[in-house]
């Protein structure tokens, strides 16, 4: 199984609000990621985790918050949306290491009102 | 800074027709080149990779061409078919640093 699952697949948040968005994958892979996907752009990085190691991107450091209880499991939080994180959110997982796939989940819509 | 760029942003061609994808970079120490094709609705899944020792990688329909020395490659799907329609990200790393590095996309429509 290449699945990676997110939930839920849409999501409409109030401004202000926080957001929970999660993913699981069951490929054992010591890996995960969470992107953010605007129209006409490229797939953004958030944050990753290696093992239980969280790495954010300096520039989304403060905006977003992550957790990893378990190897399978990852969740993207967000403490209070605002109108510029409506976007597509992907999850995705891979092995360690240099040439490795990338698999990913389906994304999360979210929608900030 | 951008640093893996597509073009076009859309490509519409038609069935039986080759498509040509673009894809430059700027970071020479980018030594693999992956091509992620995503349907709607779908995430993006691994389609085709290079890494730069090659100069051309073929897969069935799908062919990168790899010009290390201008950094820039390309995808060519031949005799496209309807069903190859979809967003085609081209995205690089370096062997010091395994993140991908994604450009934007190539919205590619095929008519029939």
């Known amino acids: 199984d290449t699945t990676v699952k997110q939930n839920p697949r849409y999501k409409l948040a109030r401004v202000g609000k926080p957001v929970n968005l999660i993913c699981s994958q069951t490929?054992?892979?010591?890996?995960m990621y969470w992107y953010q996907k605007k129209p006409n752009q490229a797939p953004k990085l958030l944050l990753f985790?290696?093992?239980?190691?969280?790495?954010r991107e300096a520039d989304t450091f403060e905006k977003f918050q992550s957790s990893r209880p378990n190897n399978s499991f990852c969740s993207l939080y967000i403490g209070s949306a605002g109108l510029e994180y409506s976007a597509m959110y992907l999850c995705?997982?891979?092995?360690?290491?240099?040439?490795?796939?990338?698999?990913f989940g389906k994304g999360t819509r979210l929608t900030v009102v | 800074q951008q640093q893996v760029r597509q073009s076009p942003q859309s490509l519409t061609v038609w069935e039986g027709e080759t498509a040509i994808l673009n894809c430059s970079y700027e970071?020479?120490?980018?030594?693999?080149f992956p091509w992620y094709q995503q349907f709607p609705g779908e995430g993006p899944a691994l389609l085709i990779s290079?890494?730069?020792v090659s100069n051309k990688k073929e897969d069935g329909r799908f062919t990168i061409f790899f010009n290390k020395r201008e950094k820039k490659l390309s995808l060519h799907i031949a005799d496209s078919q309807p069903g190859d329609s979809a967003t085609y990200f081209c995205?690089?790393?370096?062997?010091?640093?395994?993140?991908?590095?994604w450009g934007s996309g190539t919205k590619l429509i095929i008519k029939p």
């Open positions: 995205a690089a790393s370096a062997d010091s640093n395994y993140q991908l590095i």
């Open positions: 970071n020479s120490a980018f030594d693999y």
């Open positions: 290079i890494l730069s």
């Open positions: 490929m054992n892979h010591d890996t």
């Open positions: 985790y290696y093992d239980k190691i969280l790495n």
């Open positions: 995705a997982s891979s092995r360690a290491g240099a040439d490795t796939e990338v698999f």
